[in-house]
C-alpha cells in the first residue's frame, strides 16, 4: 500500500523550523524513483475525473510532484509562488496567517476564467497556503475542482479551509 510505503519514507524532524514542531521531511521519498513514480500514479488516478484544464503547485515543495501530475493527466502546470519570484506580470493574493499576513502570486497568463483547476502541495496542514492558491485561482475567473496532497496531518483540521471551494480533496498518507 502507498500509504505505508510513504510513512516508511519521511522523515520526523523535531523542533524544526521552530521548538514544538514536527516537521514532515519528504526528501527521503526521492531517493526511491519507483516511490516516486507509485505517487504520481496514485496522485494522477486520484484526479482522474476531475476533468481538469491545469495543475497548480503551490511553492516550493508543490512543485516537486505537481509538475509531474500535470504531465502524466497531459494539462499545463502553473506556480504559485511567494510575491516577487515570478519574472512575469503577476496577480496576487495577500492572506493572513497565525503571526502577521503573506502574500503569493501566479503570472496573470498562466490560468484563464472558467478553467478547472487542481491545487497541489506536498502537505495539508492547516489549509491556509492551499486556500490563498484557490483564492487566487478564483480571482482568475477560474474554478478549483479539486486538491492534492501527498501528505496530511488530520489533527490540524486543513480541510476545514478547503471545503469551501471544493470537497475533492486527495491525500496518500496521513498522521
Known sequence: MIEAKIKDAVRDIPDFPKPGI??????????????????VQELRFQCRDLKADAVVGVESRGFLFGLPLANSLSLPFAP???????????????YDLEYGSAEIEMHTDAIKPGMRVVVHDDLLATGGTAAAAANLIQQCG?????????????????REMLNNHTLNIATLASW
Open 142 to 158: 477560474a474554478e478549483v475542482c479539486g486538491f492534492s496532497f501527498v501528505l496530511e496531518l488530520e489533527f490540524l483540521n486543513g
Open 22 to 39: 514536527v516537521f514532515k521531511d519528504i526528501t527521503p521519498i526521492f531517493q526511491d524513483p519507483q516511490l516516486c513514480g507509485e505517487i
Open 80 to 94: 504559485v509562488r511567494k510575491k516577487g519570484k515570478l519574472p512575469y506580470d503577476t496577480v496576487s493574493y495577500k
